[in-house]
């Protein structure tokens, strides 16, 4: 394993190095398929989950990722929530991701979720038996002190619990914050001058992404989309640049046209499928006055609001709306059905959703519904819909105060940006805003310039964007 040349042999923190000797990123790979059978973002069926799930997914992959492309590099630990459904129930799965040990995230994983470890490497190492190294006696007896005597240490030092005193984090943490969020606000304005670019040379309104990704991805489908135009013909171009010109472009899963008109260019696609889609646009788009029919249909027959999300696939939407028109003129009472729908806002989802009511009081009715089953579900939350709705308003009037607040605390310490995690219970956020600006002057001076975001993570840390982890409930 080892060359008689001392010059092969160079070992910075034997700690990490052990452990990943014993997990190949093949193996991880292996060992997490079915980890990621059980939380993909597919196998959920309502819209929030499918997101949290996917949003957690791609910061799993990532901190995984980096472990083994930066072998000895010390990261802040992440938080990260699946919801997990079997058997028509749904269950909330927490990780906290910290350390460098491949091996031990991805058993950890599998363990929360109830799965087998059987594909894991069971090799263990423990300090009162390191391995043995035949054929280099004096690098295996450096390696065994070492494993022994420095390893631990190292081991308590990067896996310390971090306490919750936002002044002692901050300190720790502002330089590379601040290195961090230079790198971050020049990829970000590297990345709007070529926005800027594809809507000149394009005439596009806007462009948008579908999916929180980061920078890095975002600029490789702009430059895709830059080399598909170059490389066309000069009629193709043209075409694409009519399909594009005063619409709404997005990236994010599936190439389709959207409901308000735009286009959405899936980043797994091949570009051959984007020029495809913008060659068919002009008959697609035809559907637009079939959907504004329809919606008006519905409306007519429910007495309620119907709402359509604008990056929605045109086609699905239209042949959605038409199951539900179909199913409830046949079977349902258009006097008893309006009568218990009247003035509630109703969503049209897909047939792999459920009956439900949001948070924000709107009702998602699946286009595949049983008219009884909704009658029935009407009769019970249609009531409940405009309570929520109501209460939903008066939440809009706080958060303009939360905001008002926030922009105040910016200015008070001088800060570059405050934002949070979405799920964040509001009073704790109210709470956490106002203590910020009677922090004491010694933290006021060492966040000032800085960009925080506050999280229920109790860790402080720096993120890759440059911003600050505050825990909700510092101290």
């Not at 450096?142 to 308590?156: D, G």
């Not at 889609?277 to 249909?297: A, F």
């Not at 009702?363 to 008219?371: E, M, Q, R, S, W």
């Not at 209460?391 to 910016?410: A, F, G, T, W, Y």
Request: hydrophobic content about 35%; some cysteine; charged content about 25%.
């Amino acid at each position: 394993m080892f060359s008689n040349s001392p010059r092969r042999v160079l070992w910075k923190t034997p700690s990490c190095a052990f452990s990943r000797r014993f997990l190949s990123a093949q193996q991880a790979a292996v060992a997490l398929r079915p980890f990621l059978f059980e939380i993909h973002p597919d196998r959920a069926r309502d819209s929030s989950t499918r997101e949290q799930n996917e949003k957690s997914l791609q910061i799993f992959n990532g901190y995984l990722s980096e472990l083994f492309s930066n072998r000895f590099g010390d990261r802040p630990p992440v938080e990260v929530n699946f919801s997990i459904v079997s058997g028509g129930s749904k269950r909330n799965v927490s990780m906290l991701l910290s350390g460098s040990d491949p091996n031990q995230i991805v058993r950890m994983a599998l363990e929360k979720c109830g799965l087998s470890t059987e594909h894991l490497p069971r090799t263990k190492l423990s300090h009162s038996a390191p391995p043995s190294f035949s054929g280099a006696p004096d690098v295996s007896e450096m390696f065994r002190k070492m494993y022994s005597e420095e390893a631990p240490r190292v081991y308590r030092r990067r896996h310390a619990p971090r306490s919750r005193d936002l002044f002692s984090g901050v300190v720790r943490i502002r330089e590379e914050a601040l290195k961090n969020m230079k790198s971050w606000e020049q990829a970000k304005e590297s990345l709007a001058m070529e926005i800027d670019y594809l809507k000149h040379r394009t005439g596009l309104k806007d462009i948008l992404w579908s999916i929180n990704w980061h920078q890095t991805h975002m600029r490789r489908c702009l430059a895709a989309l830059n080399r598909l135009l170059d490389q066309s013909t000069p009629e193709v171009r043209d075409t694409m640049v009519h399909a594009l010109d005063k619409r709404v472009l997005r990236f994010g899963r599936g190439s389709y046209v959207c409901c308000d008109g735009g286009l959405q260019f899936a980043a797994d696609d091949v570009p051959e499928n984007w020029q495809q889609l913008c060659i068919e646009s002009h008959v697609r788009r035809l559907q637009l006055r079939t959907l504004g029919e329809l919606r008006k249909h519905l409306s007519e027959l429910f007495g309620a609001r119907i709402v359509i999300a604008d990056e929605g696939n045109l086609l699905r939407t239209v042949n959605q709306f038409r199951s539900v028109i179909v199913r409830v003129t046949s079977k349902a009472d258009p006097q008893k059905l309006r009568a218990l729908s009247s003035n509630t806002v109703i969503e049209v989802v897909t047939a792999y959703d459920e009956l439900a009511l949001a948070k924000d009081g709107c009702l998602k009715i699946p286009c595949n519904v049983d008219v009884a089953v909704l009658l029935e579900f009407l009769k019970e939350n249609a009531q409940k819909a405009l309570e929520v709705s109501c209460k939903e308003r008066r939440e809009q009037v706080h958060n303009i105060e939360v905001e008002s607040l926030k922009d105040e605390c910016c200015r008070q310490l001088k800060l570059k940006d405050v934002s949070w995690e979405t799920g964040l219970a509001k009073d704790a956020l109210v709470k956490c805003l106002q203590r910020l600006q009677n922090a004491k002057e010694e933290v006021r001076l060492n966040l000032a310039g800085l960009r925080i975001r506050i999280a229920t993570n109790p860790n402080v840390y720096a993120t890759q964007e440059g911003q600050v982890s505050v825990p909700v409930d510092w101290i």
